[in-house]
């Protein structure tokens, strides 16, 4: 009798323990309103924010090509695109940042709305999130590179704008992104 009831305390123990590591739910401020996600316990991917010359895209790199990124473009402002399923700033999209950031820094009092979106695979909710995730981590880089954070703000669009709709790798591609909007 003595055993089974350290057995039954050893597995409440290890349940609490799980329950605790687990965290709360974070609230996430989205186009559609607030969504509830779980804040993830692993560290991010490390961002690198430093600026520098930007590699031309290779085709290993992206799935999209330069006739792509065109029409995107606003002002002076490109999109940066992101792989499936990250938020880290990919190197073909640091160029598109570094422009931004050029013509940003160049008409210092414009204000622009960066946009982060997402392909459709994945739940709504996820996507949201991953938007928003986007979007910031678009803004952190451009504040590194001198923008001043208080004329830039976010907003997640998740799935629900894509740039194209086919169901294809190359159009995913497409729709995982930032885009800006001169408000």
């Not at 924010?49 to 790199?61: K, L, Y």
């Not at 002002?75 to 640091?94: C, H, S």
């Not at 208080?150 to 669009?157: A, D, G, K, Q, V």
Request: negative net charge; aromatic residues 6%.
């Amino acid at each position: 009798m003595r055993n089974q009831s350290f057995m039954f305390l050893a597995v409440i123990a290890g349940l609490s323990t799980v329950l605790m590591l687990s965290g709360c739910p974070k609230k996430v401020e989205t186009a559609k309103g607030t969504a509830t996600v779980q804040e993830e316990k692993v560290a991010p991917p490390a961002e690198t924010v430093e600026p520098g010359p930007a590699p031309g895209p290779t085709m290993e790199e992206t799935p999209i090509s330069r006739e792509a990124e065109a029409p995107s473009m606003e002002k002076g402002l490109g999109d940066a695109f992101f792989d499936y399923d990250q938020y880290t700033i990919r190197e073909d999209a640091r160029g598109a940042l570094e422009m931004s950031a050029r013509w940003l820094n160049g008409n210092p009092t414009v204000r622009v709305k960066i946009e982060g979106h997402c392909d459709e695979r994945g739940t709504n909710e996820y996507n949201l999130a991953l938007g928003e995730r986007r979007a910031q981590a678009a803004k952190r880089f451009l504040a590194a590179l001198g923008v001043d954070e208080n004329r830039m703000s976010t907003i997640s669009y998740g799935e629900e704008r894509p740039s194209c709709s086919d169901m294809t790798e190359g159009c995913y591609a497409k729709n995982r992104r930032v885009h800006f909007t001169v408000q």
